[in-house]
């Protein structure tokens, strides 16, 4: 079972940039798609951004434009490079790893706090 650390969150002002990681303990390019989700409390845990092992991405409506999702396949990585971040992208942010069941592995989450 694939592990998965993110790292990289923190507090930034409106307008700044954070890139997210996350390192596994093994090998992803097996994996049919790297995810990252969101989630605030009280909600429920949204995709981010979806990177397939064909190369497709997907974004949500809301980050279109400003994330960029990518992946190191070589060094078993995935990043979420996040710009013009709002306040309303605070959140816990947590990688995730689908494999071809579907079922999906996660992180443990990475805080990111936006100000305005």
């Known amino acids: 079972q694939v592990q998965l650390v993110e790292s990289g969150g923190g507090l930034v002002q409106a307008g700044g940039s954070l890139r997210l990681s996350c390192a596994a303990s093994?090998?992803?390019?097996?994996?049919?798609?790297m995810e990252w989700y969101r989630q605030v409390p009280g909600k429920e845990r949204e995709l981010v951004a979806r990177?397939?092992?064909?190369?497709?991405?997907t974004y949500a409506g809301s980050v279109k434009g400003r994330f960029t999702i990518s992946r190191a396949n070589a060094k078993n990585t995935l990043s979420l490079q996040m710009n013009s971040l709002k306040p309303e992208d605070t959140a816990m942010y947590y990688c995730?790893?689908?494999?071809?069941?579907?079922?999906?592995?996660w992180g443990q989450g990475t805080q990111v706090t936006v100000s305005s």
């Open positions: 995730a790893a689908r494999d071809r069941g579907d079922t999906r592995y």
């Open positions: 093994g090998s992803i390019s097996s994996f049919n798609a």
């Open positions: 990177i397939r092992s064909s190369g497709s991405i």
